[in-house]
């Protein structure tokens, strides 16, 4: 069954734009789960955590129609939608969050969707006009965004597909060792860079400041990095989510 929420504001302060945070969805989980969010406009933020025994989800809807149109701004958060449930899928159970709004001007307004369970198995997102963290996931990944950056930095061996598109934001991809990857890398707009610091990594023809294709660990689970107008910064570490709120060296 779906949980369904809608965006109502929490008032206005000053110039700051109207946003809500909704009453935290929760929802039983058994074993790792895939992770399935479609969201019109916002960030998506996906942390597993072992030591949760829930799923829990939370939506912060947002107005940024602007200086002069705080009210219409306000009023425009009834609007925005949520629904978060569990469905079976091919390879077991998906927890799919969707966010939509029926605004007759949707580019003002975001629904940042929060999520925290036990394990994930896989993860496919997609957003428009919001930054991305997955921390702690596993198996394979898609992603599709625009306008924020990616970072996705997981303690878990990545040995499946992994595909992340970006347009006009950097991508942040940091894994532990024992990792394998077929990558084929680009920005257009910006540079690739890359820490290896344990494993078997070679670099093929083709590879340039702002191309790379590589092998890491005689891997075959292709690993495709794509962006405009951002970096991409790769890193095979012990330590893969020991950083802090900014990275600025791979």
Known sequence: MAIVGAGVSIGLGGCSAPSHVGEPILLATQGPVAVDVVSFNGDVTVNADPTLRWATIEVRTEAVHGLGRNVEADNSLANIRYSAKIVEGSHGPVLQVRTWTTDQEPWFQ???????????????????NGTIEAVNVGGEIDIEC?????????????????TIHNDNGNIDYRVPYGSTAEFTCHSAGGSVDGRIREGRYIVHIGTDHAT???TLNNGTNPVTLMTTGGDIRIAVVEKPTDVGQFIVTP
């Open 110 to 128: 975001r629904a940042h969707v929060e999520i925290n369970l036990p394990r994930v198995r896989g993860l496919t997102i997609r957003t428009t």
């Open 146 to 162: 625009s306008n924020g950056d990616v970072r996705l930095m997981t303690n878990v061996r990545m040995l499946r597909a992994v």
């Open 212 to 214: 790379l294709v590589a």
